[in-house]
């Protein structure tokens, strides 16, 4: 308000605008920044690695994707439900692009976001026991409203560490969200957790009201690298096609 109230006072002035209409649009002015401002410290907070919106994400490139449920848990009521996702596939076919632009569509709708990797959280989580300091630690956790976990199953760590990632999950059964990125099938996770028992108990709360995307197939990275992806060969054509045209004049 005080860094625009002088030109909206003149604009209002040259307008012949009452005062009511002057003060409304001062007002409005002032919360569409507060709301730009709070969206972009939820991003900060988020801890996201990159940037990565849904748009920038070639679906042609991921034929196997459900790009319907993607749209769908790119609105919040499957957060306010306190359900959970998972996308299931081989590395580089976009599963981390993916949850960061639901994440950030999250955080755009108000919703408190954390993202992560396995095993940064499982490191950190055994640290922070070490410490005594894991209240602390879970009690933050417990303020997110979505918590992504990415890359579970490409690094191993201790049943210590299990065990606490473990209580996570159970923690925000049907309490608040998570959406898992994960290279290993359902049945290989008692890999990661390192016991039936556990892994079974797990699954059986994270799975119950969850919504599964399977993206395997060819990389996504490596025909984006290697320029065989349908958006890149478009835009070869479309180049082609117009010196063919310059030429034929």
Known sequence: ML???????????????????????????ELTT??????????KLAGFPV???????????????????VL???????????????????????KT?????????AARAGKRVKFTTAA????QLEEMQKKYQLERLLKSLERVD???????????????????????FADRYERASILVTSNLPFDEWVTVFQGERMTAALLDRFTHRCTILEMNGESYRFRESTGTSPKRQR????ITDGMEAKDAK
Not at 36 to 42: L, P
């Open 3 to 29: 860094a625009e109230h002088e030109k909206l006072a003149r604009e209002a002035a040259e307008a012949a605008e009452d005062y009511q209409g002057y003060l409304l649009r001062l007002s409005e002015l």
């Open 120 to 123: 940064q959280l499982a490191n």
């Open 97 to 105: 692009h993916i949850a960061i632009s639901i994440g950030l569509c």
């Open 72 to 94: 769908e848990l790119c609105k919040p009521d499957w957060i306010d439900r306190h359900e959970t996702a998972c996308l299931l596939g081989n590395s580089g076919t976009g």
């Open 146 to 168: 979505l918590l992504i976990i990415d890359e579970l199953g490409y690094l191993s760590f201790s049943r210590t560490a299990a065990e606490l990632l473990f209580q996570v």
């Open 34 to 43: 507060r709301a730009g401002n709070a969206i972009a410290h939820r991003i």
């Open 51 to 69: 940037i990565k919106e849904l748009a920038d994400f070639d679906f042609g490139l991921a034929p196997t994707v459900n790009k319907p449920k």
């Open 235 to 238: 835009a070869k054509d479309k």
